[in-house]
């Protein structure tokens, strides 16, 4: 694509030619590179001798264009590992292009893959066919046949990968690699088409009952097995066998009584039903319709895929027209919104995706009315989980999500614990429940069911109470032993003259204990301001830090917080300090000054109180008091 790939192109490829495709619908004439700064670089076709621009019939240029060499690819190397060759041709049926049908063929068995609608499949001919994500097939087909196969490729760096999926009635496709399938006497199998066999075949339970079957007359039997029918084809909203099962009902004589009256309900409601469907099915075809003349490329492939999922048979020739026009216009799509549609598609069924994760999020917290800690994975999920869903949610799917975000929104709250037969014996302000009945759920759809635990109101007043009463118990002790105990010797207050003799005038014996404070800090200071200047930038953080305990290679923790960052801009000088004593080149007359310095520097920071000496003792006044210094507390050695 770029121009210094093609360049390397050219030197591996400079003895290949290149040609065009005849079974990719090209004309096979011989291809050059065309090298360009300004845009994609490409193969071309040589020049006409003429000069004219070359005419090629070639009109798809997508990676999807050679789907069908894929699928060829794949299939062969797939029936080799177990031992079988086979033959493909591709098919070009009513003039379809070529591409369309690839028909797989070996000693035991045949596939008919069709990648896109330009053939209708055949159900009933011995060949099995597996179709594209695009090919259409009705219901009634997936409830007679059990299953469809699918198959679909998918871009993996410069190649395609094919994977085969099952299509089953009420059932997602379940796609699989081409290796985990297998062919069976049945045809194509995956691991999903043996789940629905064997769920298909197995022997249903037979109930056993005491007495003698009662023999119902055959009219009867036949008005039963049409009603059950008829239950089923509504169902599955299978409008042809609704059709059919009306017309098999109106035929249908020698029913009296009461059955007769339920058949005749029955086949009113069908016909009420059929019209309501035929309106739908209606605005389905007008939807279409207009979604073609507004180019809305993402609508209209959403509306193909629902007119071929409920309207694939019996259309009439306007639908049909509505149809061809549709499926031409999303045919004719370029690459470039092709990718924007399947991205919008990806999105969608991300959106439906994460619907599915909100309801089934909102049925496991329906048992709570209040946000607790224990809560909060599921809260984070349901919230998360809404974003992305968007308006696929139900209004009271949305009401009942944007509760949980306000209580969300105030945080999760702690469930008290009290034991259950302390706070049964009171009535709860919150739910109204009364002594000796269980909390209830106030919020929700199942308000008015039991809670789990009771609730957080009803449990503090217990907690309150008990608080209460150990404030009461406290004072009660308390002036017991005001009463009881022995009354202490009162301590003479120093005068007042004494506190207020010369209060600005520092005593002799802290004089030089201020000094050498002083000259500690002055010391550590000048230590801290040189240390990050004798270990180099590279060694700072060589070691790990004994203050913070940061790793080698990690900043330093900002433990006591020299600005606003977590970290610090420079390391502590307890790495610093170690890194220098660790260093070979240091000398040993250099560890013992670095050790020195940080003994230094840890006397700095926690200044331990001196040890009281007899003659530091403060000086005393003629009155026997000792003079206070500024800013002392009586009693206090520092």
Not at 80 to 98: C, M
Not at 461 to 485: C, I, P
Request: charged content about 30%.
């Amino acid at each position: 694509m770029e121009a210094i790939e093609l360049d390397a192109f050219r030197r591996v490829h400079e003895d290949d030619t290149f040609w065009c495709g005849n079974l990719l619908g090209g004309c096979g004439g011989q291809l050059t590179t065309k090298l360009y700064t300004d845009r994609a670089c490409h193969f071309a076709h040589h020049p006409d001798p003429d000069g004219l621009p070359h005419v090629c019939g070639r009109r798809s240029r997508g990676v999807d264009s050679a789907d069908h060499l894929y699928v060829r690819s794949a299939a062969a190397a797939w029936l080799v590992g177990r031992g079988e060759q086979a033959t493909f041709e591709y098919t070009r049926t009513e003039g379809a292009p070529i591409g369309s049908v690839v028909d797989v063929r070996w000693r035991h068995g045949a596939l008919r893959v069709h990648l896109d609608q330009a053939v209708t499949p055949v159900w009933d001919d011995g060949v099995e066919p597996v179709l594209g994500t695009m090919v259409p097939v009705d219901r009634d087909t997936l409830v007679r046949r059990w299953y469809v196969h699918r198959i679909r490729l998918n871009s993996v760096g410069t190649v395609r990968r094919v994977q085969i999926g099952t299509e089953a009635f009420a059932r997602p496709i379940e796609w699989f690699a081409l290796d985990e399938c297998e062919m069976t006497e049945r045809g194509l199998s995956t691991p999903a088409v043996e789940e629905i066999v064997q769920g298909r075949t197995a022997p249903r339970p037979s109930l056993w009952s005491p007495g003698k079957a009662r023999k119902v007359p055959e009219p009867e039997a036949r008005a039963q097995a049409l009603l059950r029918r008829l239950v089923y084809a509504r169902r599955i909203e299978s409008v042809p066998v609704v059709k059919q099962v009306c017309g098999d009902v109106e035929d249908l004589t020698g029913v009296d009584g009461e059955l007769q009256e339920q058949l005749e309900a029955a086949v009113r409601h069908a016909r009420i039903w059929l019209v309501e469907q035929g309106e739908a099915r209606r605005k389905l075809f007008d939807n279409l319709n207009r979604a073609v003349e507004e180019q809305k490329p993402g609508r209209v492939r959403r509306l193909l895929m629902r007119v071929n999922a409920t309207a694939a048979e019996d259309r009439t020739d306007a639908e049909s027209a509505v149809y061809e026009r549709a499926s031409t216009y999303f045919e004719s799509l370029d690459d470039h919104s092709r990718d924007a549609v399947e991205a919008e598609a990806d999105t969608e069924k991300e959106a439906q995706r994460a619907a599915a994760r909100v309801r089934s999020a909102l049925h496991r917290l329906r048992g709570h009315d209040a946000y607790t800690f224990d809560l909060r994975p599921q809260v984070e999920e349901l919230l998360q989980s809404a974003a992305s869903a968007g308006e696929l949610l139900t209004r009271g799917e949305a009401r009942r999500v944007e509760v949980w975000k306000k209580r969300a929104a105030l945080g999760p709250q702690e469930q008290l614990r009290v034991a259950r037969r302390y706070w049964i014996l009171r009535s709860c302000p919150r739910c109204n429940a009364q002594q000796g009945k269980d909390c209830v759920l106030v919020e929700g759809p199942s308000s008015g069911k039991p809670r789990k635990d009771g609730h957080n109101e009803r449990l503090q007043l217990e907690l309150d109470e008990r608080k209460a009463a150990r404030k009461v118990t406290r004072r009660q002790k308390k002036a017991r032993q005001e009463v009881e105990g022995p009354a202490e010797p009162m301590r003479p207050a120093p005068k007042a003259r004494e506190r207020e003799a010369n209060p600005t005038r520092p005593s002799q014996q802290q004089r030089p204990k201020d000094d050498r404070e002083g000259q500690a800090k002055e010391a550590g200071k000048k230590t801290a301001a040189r240390l990050h200047h004798q270990v180099p930038r590279g060694d700072w953080y060589r070691v790990i830090c004994p203050r913070c305990h940061a790793g080698p290679g990690k900043l330093c923790d900002n433990d006591d917080r020299l600005g606003p960052s977590e970290k610090r801009q420079l390391p502590h000088d307890e790495r610093l300090l170690r890194v220098l004593q660790s260093d070979d080149r240091i000398g040993p007359g250099e560890q013992h000054k670095g050790a020195r310095d940080e003994r230094q520097q840890q006397a700095v920071d926690v200044v331990p109180p001196p040890p009281a000496r007899a003659e530091a003792r403060p000086p005393v006044t003629a009155g026997g008091g000792q003079l206070q210094e500024p800013g002392r507390t009586p009693g206090w050695p520092y």
